[in-house]
């Protein structure tokens, strides 16, 4: 289209000039007589006059269109300029955001905002900034008028929930999410948003139905729901077993291992209130499929509690079971450190520790060394291994176990983390570890203890050797683990 009016343009130049150049090639003169005065002129000054006449026209035309167009090119160039500055303002702001220096974009955010204050996008990175600053006031203002602005009214609804989330106040941050649900129905952070609040306030039944309406709108995946909802049923358990609802416990913690078996501190309340209820096989099941999954420390000492009450012998032989389900395992061949050491095999001992050294030499499987040592009478082994044991990395899963209360003793925060790191990964948080409360050094009750040894390593007690207790030859008198 533009070619074709551009061809007509010349052709109508052309035209022009052809015209104006017959009329200069023509014979005689042109004459007025019409007035006082006669005029008369060649064909050839006529053209000129004609051509002079029409440039004039046409740059007096031109002034007079420039000097309308002025003011809105004046404008233009006016926001260009705001425009330009403003993309230098936001990479600023985004800038001081990403260094953590929330003070000056705010004030940066605040220049943005000055340039356009009717502006959706500046009006939001301004309550954005003013948040992070703690600007409550500021942020609390400019979301409120986000939210009567079609496109803006789910992230408004964000910056209010977080905005009083940050100010404590839960009912307020669940309301602003609610209400988003209706605005962005595909939308992700209203109803994690509602779950973490949930969560973090211990609401456990709540949080289970909000991760039921993520599962039935889709804003979830299945492993994740899976992983979450197996956390937050076995803090749920951990609740109502305080509460002495025992059955509904029971119910919540079932359910929680049949959603992720690989999850150790839902086996170890379900067989703890299985065997509770005198449902002893059912423990035991709760246990082995937990090992099948994930072997555990705290899973096998729970085990061997299942025996309570029999002899030494009748308690190795049942924690076979375990080794024979994950016989490759880390866990499984440290159960065969224990029973060698318990039976005076330091020859077998000797051979499986050999190549958990070579793995990871902690300071759980240095103790064990020295214990092996103490059976071939080798003190000055004992003492070295002792030593490096004292100095040596703790096992995180090993940290769950408190050598003087329960396992898995988590408080109401820990379960919200941990709803946080195994829902998304997996992964198990380990509260005592994180917490510098490391666990102590194991010591076996039967093994003598050289004069030696250094007084705390001597005083340490750790579950561990022994099955991780107190056995004597004939019976089990070591403190149950199936406890919190």
């Not at 939001?124 to 496109?151: H, N, P, Q, V, W």
């Not at 211990?202 to 889709?218: F, N, Q, V």
């Not at 030593?387 to 050598?403: G, N, Y």
Request: glycine fraction near 6%; proline fraction near 4%; hydrophobic fraction near 45%.
């Amino acid at each position: 289209m533009k070619i074709l009016r551009l061809l007509f343009l010349i052709i109508l130049v052309l035209a022009i000039f052809a015209g104006f150049g017959w009329l200069a090639m023509q014979k005689g003169e042109i004459a007025y007589t019409g007035g006082a005065v006669d005029i008369s002129v060649k064909p050839v000054i006529a053209a000129l006059i004609l051509l002079g006449s029409a440039i004039l026209l046409a740059v007096i035309w031109g002034l007079i269109a420039w000097m309308i167009s002025l003011p809105a090119k004046v404008k233009r160039a006016q926001i260009e300029a705001n425009r330009k500055k403003s993309l230098e303002l936001i990479g600023q702001v985004l800038a001081s955001h990403d260094a953590g220096d929330y003070s000056d974009a705010r004030k940066l955010a605040q220049k943005l905002y000055s340039i356009s204050p009717s502006d959706a996008a500046n009006k939001l990175i301004y309550a954005r900034a003013s948040l992070m600053a703690d600007d409550f006031g500021t942020a609390e203002k400019i979301y409120g008028e986000l939210t009567e602005t079609a496109g803006y009214q789910s992230a408004a609804l964000k910056g209010l929930s977080e905005l009083s989330s940050k100010k404590g106040n839960f009912a307020a941050a669940i309301s602003h999410a609610n209400n988003a649900l209706n605005v962005a129905k595909k939308s992700t952070w209203p109803l994690e948003t509602i779950f973490k609040e949930k969560i973090n306030n211990s609401d456990w039944e709540g949080a289970i139905t909000t991760l039921d309406e993520a599962e039935k709108r889709g804003l979830i995946g299945k492993k994740t729901a899976q992983r979450r909802r197996a956390v937050v049923l076995a803090a749920n358990a951990h609740r109502l077993e305080k509460a002495g609802d025992y059955n509904a416990a029971l119910d919540n913690a079932t359910r929680a291992l049949k959603l992720a078996p690989s999850f150790a501190p839902a086996a170890i309340m379900a067989a703890r209130l299985n065997k509770l209820a005198g449902k002893d096989w059912q423990a035991a099941q709760a246990i082995e499929a937990a090992w099948a999954a994930e072997p555990h420390p705290a899973l096998a000492l729970a085990y061997k509690d299942l025996k309570e009450g029999k002899s030494k012998k009748d308690v190795l032989k049942w924690a076979e079971g375990l080794v024979k389900l994950r016989p490759e395992h880390r866990e499984s061949r440290i159960i065969q450190v224990e029973d060698a050491i318990a039976n005076n095999e330091s020859a077998l001992a000797d051979s499986i520790l050999s190549g958990l050294l070579k793995e990871k030499p902690t300071s759980r499987i240095l103790a064990l060394c020295a214990q092996a040592a103490l059976l071939k009478n080798d003190n000055a082994l004992y003492d070295d291994y002792m030593h490096k044991a004292a100095v040596a990395p703790r096992e995180a899963d090993w940290s769950d176990l408190d050598p003087e209360g329960n396992a898995f003793d988590y408080r109401n925060e820990d379960w919200a983390a941990l709803v946080e790191a195994y829902g998304e990964s997996g992964a198990l948080i380990h509260p005592r570890l994180e917490k510098y409360n490391a666990a102590k050094l194991v010591k076996s009750a039967d093994a003598p203890v050289p004069a030696s040894a250094p007084n705390e390593l001597i005083a340490a007690h750790e579950p561990g050797v022994d099955a991780l207790g107190q056995l004597d030859d004939e019976t089990d008198t070591k403190k149950s683990w199936l406890g919190f």
